[in-house]
């Protein structure tokens, strides 16, 4: 597993926190809302690709 993307990952989930909490002190929490599932799409975008290449991997290492 690549380094890079538990980096960003960790970044993305770093930005929406403050994101959130910076909306949520100014009274504004549907946009918090919205901020965290944009946030939590993005992540899934990146791990969606990875783990197609760990089934790949599986069925190629077993022969299926």
Known sequence: ?????????AGIG????VTTQVLGK??????SLMVTLAG???VLGFL???I??????????FGL
């Open 52 to 61: 197609g290449e760990l089934f790949e991997t599986i069925t190629d290492l």
């Open 26 to 31: 100014t009274g504004r929490d549907e946009q």
């Open 48 to 50: 969606i690709g990875k």
């Open 14 to 17: 770093l930005l929406v926190a």
């Open 40 to 42: 939590l799409l993005v």
């Open 1 to 9: 597993m690549d380094i890079s993307l538990i980096v960003k990952i």
